[in-house]
């Protein structure tokens, strides 16, 4: 699945960020749509602690209705299960609710998990567009690189403000994303499940097994089309 072309950003290199040859786990995935998220609701500026809370809400219900595997060595179902077992939310609890308990919560223990989430996946998803720079570099030396890289230049998605824990999504990629959200959308949907496929092999059905099957509330829309059709004609 590509995406769409643009002549002001590298959309190959974000290709690259989540290219299966480099998912060991899946907080790349997780971290791009908790991201995702904020930049379709406007906003270029997302604090680290934001980003890992939605992270914890879009692996909830997979982990908590059907117990996928992320993996081996993937600490995000673990967190999950801990929060879960602490307060027993239900597996379709609203995102935004869960959110905001994630966001507004005293729990050590759940603000220690967050601080380990926003350790390295930051830093490692914006890794390709300084691959060259980055050969050869010990990992104790990435973090700091990339960060300083990502400072000098509007190249990368996003800068990295380490002192005070947020990244600001650069602006020609924050309107690239804005603009083929719908695209971006389905993308990162088909990388997810294809990770978690090859995670979970004997697992039927797993697009179903993402997000709750939430109702939608058409009373307004319904109210609304019965008043059209009393003064227009409407075709089938």
């Known amino acids: 699945m590509n995406l769409p072309s643009n002549e002001k950003v590298e959309v190959r290199l974000l290709e690259k960020l989540l290219d299966y040859n480099y998912l060991t786990n899946s907080y790349k995935i997780y971290w791009f749509s908790g991201m995702f998220k904020e930049i379709i609701r406007g906003n270029n500026k997302i604090p680290f602690k934001r980003i890992a809370c939605r992270m914890i809400c879009d692996a909830w219900y997979p982990v908590v209705q059907y117990h996928l595997s992320f993996g081996i060595s993937d600490q995000l179902k673990d967190i999950v299960l801990m929060i879960n077992n602490k307060y027993i939310f239900s597996s379709d609890i609203k995102e935004?609710?869960?959110?905001?308990?994630?966001?507004?919560?005293?729990d050590p223990e759940i603000e220690s998990k967050i601080r380990e989430l926003c350790k390295y996946v930051p830093y490692r998803l914006i890794s390709p567009f300084y691959s060259d720079t980055l050969v050869g570099r010990k990992d104790g030396e990435k973090n700091r690189l990339i960060t300083e890289l990502s400072l000098s230049s509007q190249e990368a998605l996003y800068q990295i403000h380490t002192q005070d824990n947020y990244i600001e999504v650069n602006e020609q990629w924050f309107m690239y994303i804005y603009e083929n959200q719908n695209i971006i959308q389905g993308w990162l949907n088909y990388k997810l499940v294809h990770y978690l496929q090859k995670k979970?092999?004997?697992?039927?059905?797993?697009?179903?097994?993402l997000h709750p099957p939430y109702q939608r509330d058409l009373r307004t829309a319904t109210k609304f089309w019965g008043e059209v059709i009393k003064h227009r004609k409407i075709n089938d």
């Open 200 to 209: 979970n092999p004997n697992v039927p059905a797993i697009p179903f097994k």
């Open 96 to 106: 935004e609710q869960l959110l905001n308990f994630l966001m507004y919560s005293d």
